[in-house]
């Protein structure tokens, strides 16, 4: 049996259900300081030790005092306050406020005791060093912020899983944890198979091409904050896969095997994997793609991309980065972009094309609209991919886009 | 004179163009592996040394021919061609067809001498181990990547200033560069001024607050690819600024100064900066982040942020951001969502109001559009800034959004 039948060919959705549904993330936890922390996931909930702020800061450069003390002023008919003294910044005040006295306060000062309000400098006027004019009433607590109004004492700040970026790491450093408890980076396992295929460093003889999905692999691992290991170029044989495939389980979480390109060496990867694990897609519902394979090997997946460079960068960003984000314990967004089609897309109803193309401004549109030209090619070459910046989506049953359609692109 | 009054008060345009009009990237370079290539600029013209593919390759499975053999060929009246042997995968073929002849070939495989074409092992029939026949004709080239096709010999494959993502670097392994010139990372110096700033890992007394701004910041610059180095807290102290400016502008490309907050400690970071270089601008017309300040000491642009957490925040995403990106040869595209606003969102003219929000998705669309819901609050508070995931630009003339409205949201 021709074993690129693909009996059972699986649509794109039901693919990263399978993926979904099957594995499970890791929960290896590290410790690492917040200023590293950007795009990891917490491994802990996170709650404060202490009210933040610890006492009850003014907004505004101005005038610290009782609310009550400016009911009914105007500029017309001004309060007048006695000026108790000054708050100086980063220092405790021992100033406690009498009746219709106020405290001349920076922006960040501690109000006094007795103040609930600011009054700001431009509603005010020094008559002299101690008498202040006050030329419009303030509410109660106006221009301040209390004691645990940002983040109380006790209280979940943040609950594991949540994805970490430069605001959160902030809100960690106000309440003084300096580290925090991550998930460990994801370790990306990544197999090179293809008798044709030589080392990047090397110079290719006739008949072979230099090993290209690694390094496009590699560098896609790295950008998800992944860690990706390398388990170099692998021969066409069922007992060297196997080994390799062995090896790679055992050291990773995900294990992401570059096929070779021709049937045969297809064939060996899926002996090797039967031989070890569960298939549990053989074929893909989408071009290009088709010959994906994923399994299950000691409870990791293990996937099977296309040889084709092209291919093998469509079917990581439509499959495999949904998968590794969702083993580091968050969801993905990719960046999309909408933008109009340049020319008529065929495609072929019964599968999903992806199509890559080059995002750019519309000439004809004032609007900053986008532009989505195709570029065509074979999968087997390297050009079309990196002249390409996004990637449309046509769906299973339909025949092709128009010129003109607005569509969203994913940003490659 | 009160420095705060902003005399020549600044839009966000022109406060860009002054940055991109007054700074030039630096053009210091290193030589790193291309793995850790990803999202840095080529300092180099890469140009290839050898044409890629080497030989001519079949892109399919089947069988090497002369185009001209299959000529109107069909299952009714098949091609009858004699198989003259076959390309081993990874090989060099020393086969050379005679008129007539067909080899065997994998995808990926050498095309013998005199084959100009493969005919797609589903279009074929094999009568015998000797005898091919062929039920479709097959143009000159078909099924091919001719040598040279995908990146020809000595042609500029990049231009110096090409920002590298994986699919760059996959071209660069494919010609056999596994190392390349790009321009170092960015230095960005941050120091911190305000006498109520402690260190994040101290506790704060009453009147005091840990250093969150560094934080925020020094992760920002990590997460667009540059390095943050940091200063400390210094003192509000004209002289004591004026040393950590003058050290940082001697180890950085940019200085990052997170001011304290009270009027006071910027005008000592204006005095400052005002003995040592030239201020470009001194007032924005946004909001948050209107006491802006830049300046050029040494031919290096000297940026003083607001110092609450969400002015700072959201002035270094409006005008940092792209001026990293200018620094770094690059230029920026942050991601955009579309989104309806879920209220109405007053403004006053005059000034670009920066609102945060939270997208999510339009629980009343079907069609997975998404609101953005305005997240108030003082902009002392990190709060409302980790709560956020977006930003609003209300422009100058503007008195305000209406519930409904669709809108460009930049993401946080």
Redesign the interface.
């Known amino acids: 049996m021709n074993k690129s039948l693909f009996l059972d060919i699986k649509t794109t959705t039901e693919t990263i259900d399978i993926l979904f549904n099957h594995f499970l993330p890791p929960t290896l936890i590290e410790s690492i300081p917040?200023?590293e922390a950007?795009?990891r996931v917490l491994a802990q909930d996170v709650c404060s030790q202490e009210d933040?702020?610890?006492?009850n800061?003014s907004?505004m450069?101005g005038y610290a005092l009782n609310a009550r003390d400016t009911f009914g002023a105007s500029s017309s008919m001004p309060a007048y306050l006695n000026i108790a003294g000054d708050?100086?910044?980063?220092?405790?005040?021992h100033l406690s406020l009498k009746s219709n006295e106020a405290a001349r306060i920076?922006?960040?000062?501690?109000l006094p005791e007795n103040a609930n309000a600011v009054v700001m400098i431009e509603h005010t006027h020094e008559i002299d060093s101690k008498t202040l004019e006050v030329q419009k009433p303030v509410g109660v607590w106006e221009n301040t912020?209390c004691i645990g109004?940002?983040?109380k004492k006790q209280s979940l700040l943040f609950p594991t899983s949540r994805l970490l970026?430069?605001?959160?790491?902030?809100?960690?450093?106000?309440?003084?944890q300096?580290r925090v408890d991550v998930y460990q980076r994801l370790r990306v396992g990544i197999i090179s198979t293809?008798?044709?295929?030589v080392p990047?460093?090397?110079?290719?003889?006739?008949?072979?091409?230099?090993?290209?999905?690694?390094?496009?692999?590699?560098?896609?691992v790295?950008?998800l904050g992944a860690v990706?290991n390398f388990y170099g170029i692998v021969q066409?044989r069922v007992e060297m896969i196997h080994d390799a495939i062995k090896a790679c389980v055992s050291q990773n979480d995900v294990v992401l095997i570059c096929g070779?390109?021709?049937?045969?060496?297809r064939d060996f990867v899926i002996d090797a994997i039967s031989s070890m694990g569960e298939i549990l897609v053989h074929g893909v519902a989408m071009r290009p793609g088709k010959p994906t394979i994923i399994a299950k090997i000691e409870d990791k997946p293990v996937i099977g991309l296309p040889?084709h460079?092209a291919s093998t960068?469509v079917v990581f960003l439509v499959l495999v980065q949904p998968l590794l984000a969702h083993l580091q314990h968050t969801t993905l967004s990719p960046?999309?972009?909408?933008a109009t089609t340049s020319r008529n897309i065929p495609s072929q109803p019964g599968r999903e094309d992806y199509v890559r193309v080059r995002i750019k401004p519309d000439p004809e549109s004032s609007n900053s609209k986008y532009l989505a030209e195709p570029i065509f090619g074979?999968s087997?070459?390297?050009?079309p991919?990196?002249e390409?910046n996004g990637l449309i989506k046509i769906p299973l049953d339909c025949e092709g886009l128009d010129k003109g359609e607005e569509l969203p692109v994913m940003l490659?």
């Open positions: 917040i200023l950007n795009n933040i702020p610890n006492f800061r907004t450069d708050v100086l910044m980063g220092e405790a005040t920076p922006t960040g000062g501690m912020v109004q940002d983040i970026r430069a605001y959160e790491i902030g809100a960690l450093a106000a309440i003084g300096t293809g008798d044709e295929i990047a460093h090397s110079l290719p003889g006739q008949g072979q091409v230099r090993d290209i999905n690694s390094f496009i692999i590699g560098s896609k790295l950008e990706p066409d070779g390109s021709s049937v045969g060496a040889g460079p960068a960046g999309y972009l909408t074979p087997g070459l390297i050009r991919l990196f390409a490659m």
